[in-house]
């Protein structure tokens, strides 16, 4: 649809931003704002340029939020760059950082920093209409009800690129032919499949996030019955105990989910499979000393009999690569219900229905972290489990058994350590680290450093870090570790990737609890992952990658259906190897 304003906000002024919209819209000002008009299939940056690029004015809700936001602060440029019209509503007496205040120098301002916010909003409407050139109010071309029913149906057109200038295009086709016709001789002249001088390097893959939409977590788990070999779950969407948690609940509402256009979405090829040359035999590996670069893809270790493939993300500052694990490996909870017994705790039983923003005022610490299991990283069953090679896990804490997981799915007591079926040679190569752990409010005591808790709120990757620099913290040694929301952020999202995940073949056959195979669709093979980063107002929820790796989210420790990608450091990079380092053929050690 057509719009002449485009709304930018932190997610932290959310509330504020649709209450604009709403009245805009109610004026007949078409608008433009994210995440209801992103187009399902679109990439979500492509989506902002094109909105802005079609606008004629920018309102930016300011706040001590969007005045720090990284997401805003590149909007507010784009705006400047195309020449639009931006009005700064601003919603809390705060002044530009020096690099907004670069780009809003010479802008008037409109405050609304006294209540009665309605009245605010009937200014700005006059000074939009007046900039628009509009004479009077007129009713909108498309109620905002309307439009977000078609979208819900995919119903309404999806806006076609702009065309290309001409000699661009030329350009672009003449840069594609001179490729090819270099590729054709690369092939035809029978080179070594492997040259040191010409590593193949390959960068992360990105993924396409779409339009998010609230749905009913019992209808996402009406097949966590399905185990194999398990008792039969009582979780169909029809039974009124079914717990209001699950696949990407939020805290306070029904779990998001995005959804894209219903276009197929190829996935990157299984881990573990042996590269192939055109004949279907085995491709001939040339060992080469490679010194890892980021991007690189490395096959190291095994899991339920298969190789990990994993990506280098980082290279610390003594030369050790920072490997993440490419695909999901496995499902399972972060930390079982600590007293035993899932949504049991001394004679009481958890409250399903009650709705999420009053659990924690009912409910004690002791009770939640009993009954939902704890957030806390250092003894959770996840970080006992990646770092032990032993073939019986010692857990410090109630281990994850079946009748301390949710409804005694994906349970892992009896499972070997993450570490025990990788060779001596290979656990040597892999370093111990200490670093930062976030704390919850509830584990301040133990605190190193910082003064606040982590104030999280299911967030964009832009917003995710709001004060986390202050936040409490302490220092835990790993060998094997789950990211962090801050080695997330830095290490792919800046880099300018999502934190897109698939699952590995086996990872989805060893799945009992049936998340997988309801979400699945709706994300094109994507799915959810945990962070080892707590949501630090709470003593049992922990922060997850939502399905297509644009937004982070946080929910219960004990639930079963989260993935698992485990993070390590090598002690160093310069490594004897096979292969061309890329995804289809990753290093092998030699």
Not at 519 to 528: P, V
Request: hydrophobic share 35%; aromatic share 8%.
């Amino acid at each position: 649809m057509a719009h002449d304003v485009f709304i930018s906000y932190s997610f932290h002024d959310k509330q504020v931003a649709d209450a604009i919209c709403s009245a805009l819209e109610n004026a007949g000002i078409r608008c433009w704002i994210a995440p209801r008009d992103v187009m399902p299939g679109k990439e979500w940056g492509e989506a902002i340029v094109d909105a802005i690029g079609a606008s004629k004015i920018m309102v930016l809700v300011f706040s001590s939020a969007s005045n720090n936001s990284q997401q805003v602060l590149r909007e507010v440029e784009r705006a400047v760059h195309k020449n639009l019209i931006i009005v700064p509503f601003r919603i809390e007496n705060v002044l530009p950082t020096r690099s907004m205040e670069y780009f809003l120098y010479s802008t008037h301002w409109l405050d609304a920093l006294t209540p009665e916010l309605e009245k605010h909003i009937d200014v700005l409407i006059d000074v939009l209409y007046k900039l628009l050139g509009n004479t009077g109010k007129k009713e909108p071309e498309i109620s905002q009800e309307t439009r977000q029913t078609a979208q819900d149906k995919e119903s309404l057109p999806i806006k076609q690129p702009a065309r290309r200038n001409r000699a661009v295009l030329l350009v672009v086709i003449g840069i594609l032919a001179i490729g090819l016709a270099v590729y054709v001789f690369i092939t035809m002249s029978g080179r070594p499949a492997v040259q040191q001088s010409e590593v193949t390097r390959s960068a992360l893959a990105d993924s396409t996030p779409g339009t998010e939409t609230v749905t009913n977590a019992s209808s996402q788990l009406s097949g966590a019955q399905e185990t194999a070999g398990k008792k039969e779950a009582n979780a169909t969407g029809a039974d009124d105990s079914q717990p209001a948690e699950g696949p990407g609940h939020a805290a306070g509402v029904n779990p998001p989910v995005e959804m894209t256009n219903g276009t197929a979405h190829s996935e990157p090829s299984p881990a573990g499979r042996a590269p192939e040359q055109g004949n279907g035999a085995p491709q001939e590996i040339q060992e080469v000393k490679i010194q890892l670069e980021v991007g690189d893809y490395i096959r190291f270790g095994r899991y339920n009999g298969q190789p990990i493939d994993w990506v280098v993300i980082h290279i610390n500052d003594s030369g050790q690569p920072l490997l993440l694990s490419s695909r999901i490996l496995t499902l399972k909870p972060f930390d079982a219900s600590e007293s035993g017994t899932y949504n049991q705790n001394a004679g009481v039983t958890f409250d399903n229905k009650m709705p999420r923003d009053q659990v924690y005022s009912y409910y004690s610490i002791e009770e939640l972290r009993a009954m939902k299991g704890s957030n806390a990283w250092a003894n959770s069953n996840i970080r006992e489990w990646l770092n032990s090679d032993q073939k019986k896990v010692n857990y410090s804490t109630q281990p994850p058994s079946v009748e301390a997981v949710w409804y005694g799915l994906n349970d892992y007591d009896k499972e070997s350590g993450f570490l025990y079926n990788f060779t001596d040679e290979e656990k040597a190569m892999i370093q111990k680290v200490k670093h930062k752990v976030t704390l919850s409010e509830t584990d301040k005591g133990k605190a190193v450093g910082g003064s606040v808790p982590y104030d999280f709120s299911r967030a964009s990757l832009d917003d995710v870090l709001f004060n986390i620099d202050d936040a409490y913290y302490m220092e835990v040694e790993d060998r094997v570790f789950l990211l962090s929301v801050e080695e997330a952020i830095a290490y792919l999202y800046d880099k300018g990737h999502l934190l897109t995940a698939y699952l590995t073949d086996e990872a989805i056959r060893r799945d009992e609890s049936g998340w997988y195979k309801h979400l699945k669709n709706q994300a094109g093979g994507a799915f959810m992952w945990w962070l080892r980063t707590p949501n630090a107002q709470t003593p049992c929820e922990v922060c997850i990658v939502g399905l297509e790796g644009n937004y982070i989210y946080s929910d219960y420790a004990v639930l079963c259906g989260i993935g698992v990608r485990p993070a390590l450091y090598l002690c160093a990079s310069s490594l004897a190897v096979g292969g061309t380092g890329t995804e289809e053929d990753p290093y092998v050690l030699k």
